[in-house]
């Protein structure tokens, strides 16, 4: 074969994609529940958009992004998110204008050119929300009440959940002048990617996954101590919402995460079944995006996680993900006049809603109850000359394995009162 996918990127084959319908439907299902409308954005969008909203410094814009200049000259990036694409539609849109809380969720594949692993894909897919127009706390918690959801619905064990504040930009400047001068002490010993962001994004080296620098800031000055009066009361609420609700996390006051657009909260939900990606999702709020990309100040909070991630877990977990589709009726059809009596029928049951697969004609009795046994075929109709000449066929029930004659014009309604769709 002269051609293969892409580094990184995964084909999702017919005989899994049950899979991401069943927890696509579960995402649906629970976004309804808690009133988000899906909003869709284009697959690409001007690269700065993207470098304004994530930060220069960050990997995702520095290292990681599909950029190319289109045939006008104009720099493209793939989205590797979709908060900076959502927050652009929201004001490109007026969204604001409308009304005063927008929540909106995605489903959709995202773009990031990181070294492919186990959970890490250069396509992936993320689902997410945003709430966009409230500081409310009790939204921070809603945010998190949704991807809570989903995992616990589609019976996920085993989850941390951490939570944190990195502050605001009234308090996060001393902070950073503190941690700065902490690592300024140990410069020399970190590792030369922690080096380098001690000059760029310092926070960050708080999450480095070298276990060297994590010794070696494990007395690190903290954000958490740092919040000034209205971050720490917003966090304060926020726990305590969480706690009114039953929902268990823990404080981890080196969550920083990987975007630069954070404010207040910030959180993530990680799960020991996934090795050193261990992140299923993460969020938090960003009160000062829109301001900054031209926008009405506007403040807002969400979340966003991986669905490849999702479904690992939920296969290592042994989660059920439903039954893959097979055909309610499969037609075992055995020559031309078989296929002409088939053909009418098989729309009629369609109409009525049965999913039904036609043999293929040409293929012996034995092939095609192979197929229909192969494709789990609730129940099996044969059809051949003698049959329509006497207009009877065989119905065979694959469960019971039973198999008993019908008059041809009388199939609809058996198989009606058989299968109830
Ligand atoms: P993020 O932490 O960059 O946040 O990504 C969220 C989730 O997407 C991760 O926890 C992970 O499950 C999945 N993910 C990220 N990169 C990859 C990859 N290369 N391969 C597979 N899965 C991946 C955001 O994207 C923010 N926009 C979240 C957000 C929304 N914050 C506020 N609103």
Redesign the pocket.
């Known amino acids: 074969m002269n051609y293969r996918i892409p580094t990184g990127t995964k084909d999702i084959l017919p005989s899994e994609i049950y899979k991401w319908h069943f927890v696509e439907n579960k995402i649906r299902d629970v976004m309804r529940r808690f009133n988000y409308a899906e909003i869709r954005t284009p697959m690409f969008e001007y690269t700065e958009l993207f470098s304004r909203s994530i930060g220069e410094s960050t990997d ?1 814009v520095g290292k990681e992004m599909y950029t190319f200049l289109d045939k006008g000259n104009e720099s493209l990036t793939l989205r590797p ?3 900076a694409s959502v927050m652009r539609a929201f004001i490109e849109n007026s969204l604001g204008e409308l009304q005063s809380l927008n929540k909106v969720y995605y489903i959709g594949p995202m773009f ?1 050119q ?1 070294r492919p692993q186990k ?4 396509q ?1 897919h ?1 689902f ?1 929300v ?1 709430c966009i127009g409230s500081q409310a706390p009790e939204n921070d918690v809603e945010t998190m009440a949704v991807a809570l959801s989903i995992y616990e619905e589609l019976g996920i064990k085993n989850l941390n959940f951490k939570i944190n504040s990195v502050g605001c930009h009234t308090c996060r400047p001393r902070y950073r002048e503190a941690l700065v001068t902490f690592l300024e002490n140990v410069k020399n010993d970190l590792s030369a990617e922690s080096q380098k962001r001690l000059l760029t994004n310092p926070m960050r080296i708080l999450d480095s996954k070298n276990e060297k620098d994590f010794q070696l800031t494990a007395n690190a000055p903290l954000m958490n101590s740092y919040l000034c009066k209205e971050c720490s009361a917003h966090f304060d609420k926020v726990q305590a919402m969480l706690q009114s609700m039953n929902i268990a996390f823990e404080i981890d006051g080196r969550l920083v ?3 630069d657009y954070y404010t207040k909260t910030a959180y993530e939900i990680q799960s020991e079944n996934l090795g050193s990606q261990n ?6 709020r ?1 009160d000062l995006l829109a301001e900054s990309l031209g926008g009405k100040p506007t403040p807002a909070v ?5 669905i ?2 999702l479904i690992i877990v939920m296969e290592a977990e042994k989660l059920s993900f439903g039954e893959a589709p097979k055909p309610d009726v499969y037609f075992v059809v055995l020559g031309e006049t078989a296929l002409k009596a088939v053909l009418p029928l098989a729309r009629q049951l369609r109409q009525l809603a049965f999913a039904c697969e036609i043999g293929q004609n040409d293929r012996s009795l034995k092939a095609q109850m192979r197929d229909a046994n192969r494709q789990n075929a609730r129940y099996v109709v044969i059809i051949g000359e003698n049959e329509v000449a006497q207009n009877q066929c065989a119905i065979k029930d694959m469960k019971s394995g039973e198999q008993k004659n019908c008059p041809l014009n009388e199939l609809s309604v058996v198989l009606n009162g058989a299968l109830k769709p």
């Not at 959970?119 to 250069?122: C, D, E, F, K, M």
């Open positions: 995702v998110e979709m908060t990031r990181e959970g890490r894909l250069r992936f993320q997410g945003e995460r990987g975007l992140a299923l999702g993460g969020g938090g960003y969400g979340f966003a996680a991986g490849e991630r």
